[in-house]
């Protein structure tokens, strides 16, 4: 019988595995977010490293004004330490510089509401969440 759920699981995962960093850890949490995704838009097919790159560089507004871009706290260099507004290191975001990066479900989700938030006004969306994974685990 064609189950289309397991099908587009196995091709989000197929992609996932592709990248130089793949971890069975991230694999799973891609996929939970594509199936997230894939009900809150229909049309969704599969996470976009270059969307990722874009949402993670650009400049928002809704959030706090002294937060307009993930990059206010940690660089447009994902593969540097970033800082907080306070002084606190951040280890880097990019998965070849932290290869636990993405790894725990918890406290991804602990940081993406945080930080959405204090940035957009808002929660993350799903695909929002997996391209910005997907962008940073490319690098």
Not at 57 to 65: L, Y
Not at 101 to 124: H, M, P
Request: proline content about 5%; aromatic content about 8%.
């Amino acid at each position: 019988m064609f189950q289309p759920k397991i099908l587009f699981t196995a091709a989000v995962l197929f992609a996932v595995a592709g990248t130089a960093q793949a971890d069975p850890r991230r694999d799973a949490i891609l996929a939970d977010l594509a199936a997230k995704a894939k009900i809150e838009n229909s049309a969704f097919n599969a996470f976009d490293a270059k969307a990722g790159n874009a949402f993670f560089m650009a400049n928002h507004t809704g959030g706090k004004p002294d937060t307009p871009s993930c990059t206010t706290c940690h660089t447009k260099d994902p593969r540097a330490s970033g800082q907080t507004r306070v002084g606190k290191a951040i280890k880097p975001m990019a998965v070849s510089a932290n290869p636990d990066r993405f790894t725990d479900q918890a406290t991804i989700e602990k940081w993406f509401t945080r930080n959405c938030n204090s940035v957009l006004g808002r929660d993350c969306t799903a695909e929002e969440r997996g391209n910005i994974i997907t962008y940073l685990s490319s690098l």
